[in-house]
């Protein structure tokens, strides 16, 4: 079973809210990972986090805040954001790299609208 | 650094037809993995296929395959017997071991026509 799966799967919010997105595997993977999509463009990473750890962080500003509470969950909680933050957000996880395995699953995604 | 090219943004096909999507890389990294994503209308990204750049043989999944080219830096990826739920973005895509980064290229979309 190779299921990423993401909550909600639209939201929107006002730019003085705060929200959070959800992010959930049961594979035993190690490393997840936030991405943002625009329209007719690749992912763009954001945050991975490695054992539960954050070891990557693309320079996001700090209104978006990456928390892993535990090895199968993953929230994106986000505050006072702007109508271009306006995406598709990717959840995805892949085993760990000492396990040789570097290819990645992805979630359905949140599509968020910032009004 | 490295950089992923897709120089086909959109590409057409007749339904059972074969076609091949194109990818080039660059980098001085000599062990590395490439990967192919598709990404329907329904906006889900799904690995369709892997290879390791150590590996000599190319990948092949059912009805994808993919040309590696390790001298060239050329990783293609062939549909073959086109069905109408292959109509997609495609990303191609490049990982450095150990830095659980992927690069994607711009991607091209392929629609099959029935």
């Known amino acids: 079973d190779t299921e990423v799966t993401q909550t909600p799967k639209h939201l929107v919010m006002g730019m003085t809210n705060k929200k959070s997105l959800k992010c959930e595997q049961h594979?035993?993977?190690?490393?997840m990972y936030w991405y943002k999509q625009k329209a007719k463009k690749p992912p763009e990473l954001m945050f991975v986090?490695?054992?539960?750890?954050?070891?990557i962080n693309e320079s996001v500003p700090s209104r978006f805040s990456p928390e892993c509470p535990n090895s199968s969950l993953l929230n994106l909680h986000l505050h006072a954001l702007q109508p271009e933050d306006s995406a598709l957000y990717l959840c995805?996880?892949?085993?760990?790299?000492?396990?040789?395995?570097?290819?990645?699953?992805f979630g359905p995604g949140t599509r968020l609208t910032v009004t | 650094a490295q950089t992923v090219t897709q120089s086909q943004p959109e590409m057409s096909v007749q339904e059972a037809e074969t076609v091949t999507l194109s990818c080039t890389y660059d980098?001085?990294?000599?062990?590395?993995?490439l990967f192919w994503y598709k990404q329907p209308p329904s906006r889900q990204m799904i690995l369709v296929i892997r290879?390791?750049?150590?590996?000599?043989q190319n990948a092949t999944e059912n009805r994808f395959s993919v040309n590696f080219q390790k001298a060239a830096k050329s990783f293609s990826l062939k549909i073959s017997d086109s069905q109408l739920g292959d109509t997609a973005m495609y990303f191609c895509?490049?990982?450095?071991?150990?830095?659980?980064?992927?690069?994607f290229g711009t991607g091209t979309l392929l629609a099959v026509q029935p």
């Open positions: 995805a996880s892949s085993q760990s790299r000492d396990r040789g395995s570097y290819e990645q699953y």
């Open positions: 594979m035993g993977h190690r490393a």
């Open positions: 986090y490695s054992y539960e750890k954050l070891s």
């Open positions: 980098t001085s990294e000599n062990n590395y993995y």
């Open positions: 290879q390791e750049a150590y590996k000599q």
């Open positions: 895509a490049f990982m450095k071991p150990f830095l659980d980064k992927l690069i």
